[in-house]
């Protein structure tokens, strides 16, 4: 037996249906947005010559930007970045709800993983082991963080480590923004920003 459409929704319903506060003009900015957009996007760096990427000293240590999103590239995706580490030195310890990829150009050491173990319940609980588990890399090595997995990187040669790390901008795009710098890196202190919780 089917449902009457007449019935299906009452009458306060289909009154507060068309009811509602102060007129806004959402849509027709998203449309002008989106042409604007592709307008200037044109306009945007094809490549990104070496001396248009600029240095920072970081909380993690010494980055150069090869791609962030303040820059004026085509990229909208991925954020790049060269990690410098002193001879025997690291950065500091990060986590970040996007994955990280990163590739080994010269120098040697390991990451130290801790693992994030979690529930959702009324709000996501997390926690993260207390004993890191090591991975040793070289030049020519590819390594991978997973998500929100609290990590440090180790230059145990006598060179300077170069570093090309990666990470997505999508997590952010959609609301997890979540991204802590736990401790500074050696000497980096001055830029650290504690996390809030």
């Known amino acids: 037996m089917g449902v009457d459409p007449s019935t299906f929704a009452d009458l306060i319903e289909r009154q507060r249906a068309k009811t509602s506060g102060p007129e806004v003009s959402f849509y027709k900015e998203a449309l002008e947005h989106s042409q604007k957009f ?3 996007y044109d306009g945007r760096l094809n490549v990104v010559k070496w001396d248009q990427m600029p240095m920072e000293r ?24 060269m990690q ?22 010269e ?6 993983h801790y693992d994030v173990h979690f529930e959702c319940k009324e709000k996501f609980e997390w926690s993260w082991d207390t004993t890191p588990k090591t991975y040793e890399w070289g030049p020519g090595d590819f ?28 997590m952010k795009a959609i609301g997890l923004d ?20």
């Not at 690291?90 to 994955?99: C, F, I, K, N, Y």
């Not at 060179?159 to 990470?167: G, Y």
């Open 58 to 81: 970081s909380a993690d240590g010494l980055i150069k930007h090869v791609i962030n999103e303040r820059m004026d590239t085509k990229e909208c995706c991925i954020d790049i970045y």
């Open 38 to 40: 592709r307008a200037e």
């Open 84 to 105: 410098f580490i002193e001879a025997g030195k690291a950065t500091g310890t990060s986590r970040h709800l996007s994955e990280e990829i990163a590739f080994v150009i």
């Open 143 to 170: 390594i991978y963080v997973p998500p929100y997995v609290a990590h440090k990187r180790v230059n145990t040669s006598d060179i300077e480590a170069r570093i090309i790390v990666c990470n997505s901008r999508v």
């Open 107 to 112: 120098g040697s050491g390991h990451d130290l």
């Open 178 to 197: 979540w991204f802590d710098q736990l401790e500074p890196a050696e000497g980096f202190e001055e830029h650290w920003i504690p996390p809030a919780d």
